[in-house]
């Protein structure tokens, strides 16, 4: 069974910041891109930031230079530092990848951790 869980998430006040983690456990013989979303109360989840099995970075405009998405690859690992927060980043956070395991190709998602900004 493979899963992904995040950490890291809580209450931070506008202009801080916070580091995101996001380990895939279980058995896994490949992990292709990974990647962060978001979504708010009240609306739809939206992408964040991806990142490809040989490091390539993408980010949506609105965190474009205040977030970066890393990865470890020997530790399954995807990690999203996210500086200078602002109240409308306040969302949970969730992980994408796309993992080869015993059962073939999945699009794995995590449970989400919530991250809360205040003014």
């Known amino acids: 069974q493979v899963q992904l869980v995040e950490s890291g998430g809580g209450l931070v006040q506008a202009g801080g910041s916070l580091r995101l983690s996001c380990a895939a456990s279980?058995?896994?013989?490949?992990?292709?891109?990974m990647g962060w979303y978001r979504q708010s109360p009240g609306k739809q989840r939206e992408w964040v930031a991806t990142?490809?099995?040989?490091?390539?970075?993408n980010y949506a405009d609105s965190v474009k230079g205040r977030f970066t998405i890393s990865r470890d690859n020997a530790k399954n690992t995807v990690y999203l530092q996210m500086n200078s927060l602002k109240p409308e980043d306040t969302a949970v956070y969730f992980c994408?990848?796309?993992?080869?395991?015993?059962?073939?190709?999945?699009?794995?998602w995590g449970q989400g951790t919530l991250v809360t900004v205040s003014s």
């Open positions: 994408n990848a796309r993992i080869t395991g015993r059962a073939g190709v999945l699009d794995a």
């Open positions: 279980g058995i896994i013989f490949r992990i292709d891109t």
């Open positions: 990142i490809t099995s040989g490091g390539g970075t």
